[in-house]
């Protein structure tokens, strides 16, 4: 994540798995089943074409990628829920934390 801490809310780096999908299922996403376990897919709101939304984040924190798809799913979050990113990330950081239900 070089250079992305400079104007990503550094916050970003306490997102577990776990708070990610507490909030995506709190607000109504539901997890589809997908073949490979390292990734996490949710169908969420219906586009302007009425289908359902999908997200996706990897499974795991350990994952190379995760920071980079994290910082993704939340500004995909902000653009649907029409709020800021940051908002969105104090909500996620907020949910209780522990076991989730999938």
Do not use: C
């Amino acid at each position: 994540m070089i250079g992305f801490e400079r104007w990503i809310d550094p916050r970003v780096r306490q997102v577990k798995v776990a708070d990610v999908q507490k909030y995506l299922l709190s607000h109504g996403w539901v997890r589809q089943p997908y073949p490979k376990p390292e990734l996490l897919v949710f169908a969420g709101p219906k586009d302007d074409y009425g289908k359902p939304i999908i997200q996706s984040l990897p499974a795991a924190e350990n994952y190379l990628d995760y920071q980079q798809r994290l910082i993704e799913l939340i500004t995909a979050i902000a653009v649907i829920e029409d709020r800021m990113a940051p908002a969105v990330l104090d909500d996620i950081l907020r949910e209780p934390r522990g076991a989730v239900a999938s």
